[in-house]
């Protein structure tokens, strides 16, 4: 598989803008969904990830079109989430599918034509043992999580920083960190110290804040 340099890249150095993926999630936004959008793309993350897998795959469609737009406008890679068969369509080769969905894909498509088409394929694990499935899949990057508790798991307990470290040690290929991830938080991460630990995932506050430059300025200082 071709395993380009776009979520890898830089990833040993201290974190930059551009190694912190956006996470989108349309219901959390106070303004319209794209404007937010747009202020996110001008601080050039590493990627964004359209996560809005609960719409129906032509409202996907329609909107993916515009994001992917979007995204080129600004020079930021877009992935999209779930949707393989938008993903097709659009002829877009960025995909971030749930492990179980990789899983599946991967039986269903003997042939291995998925890895022909897609360019770079992310997954999100949970586990040690789903990080080396993942890898030995065809991911090219995963998320790993919830490190710190957040309240898009309500009343779970983070996974913590020794659990980002055993995936990173588990897998050749690089590791985001999500779940939690916010200025207080991200100073825990300067402990991970391994190669492939690529950066960090964060949803709520690119969707929700009004000063997201502010917040990611704090998120770079605090992880150094």
């Not at 995204?71 to 999209?80: I, P, S």
């Not at 586990?127 to 898009?152: P, R």
Request: proline share 3%.
């Amino acid at each position: 598989m071709n395993k380009e340099k776009l979520l890898y890249e830089n990833s040993k150095h201290a974190l930059q803008s551009d190694n912190i993926i956006a996470i989108t999630n349309r219901h959390l936004c106070s303004r319209p969904f794209m404007e937010q959008l747009e202020r996110v793309c001008k601080l050039h993350p590493h990627a964004i990830v359209l996560r809005e897998k609960d719409m129906p795959e032509a409202e996907y469609l329609s909107l993916a079109r515009d994001v992917i737009a979007l995204c080129k406008k600004y020079d930021v890679q877009c992935m999209l989430h779930s949707f393989i068969n938008v993903a097709m369509e659009l002829e877009h080769p960025y995909i971030h599918l749930p492990l179980p969905i990789l899983e599946a894909y991967v039986k269903k498509d003997l042939s291995d034509n998925y890895q022909q088409f897609f360019k770079v394929i992310g997954t999100s694990v949970h586990s040690v043992e789903d990080a080396i499935k993942a890898e030995q899949l065809g991911a090219t990057y995963m998320t790993a999580g919830h490190i710190f508790a957040t309240d898009c798991k309500k009343g779970l307990k983070g996974k913590g920083v020794n659990f980002l470290r055993n995936v990173c040690d588990s897998v050749n290929i690089p590791v985001y960190a999500i779940g939690g991830i916010n200025a207080d938080t991200a100073k825990e991460l300067k402990s991970v110290n391994r190669k492939n630990f690529a950066g960090v995932c964060v949803m709520s506050l690119l969707m929700q804040s009004e000063n997201i430059n502010d917040e990611v300025m704090k998120i770079k200082r605090e992880l150094g």
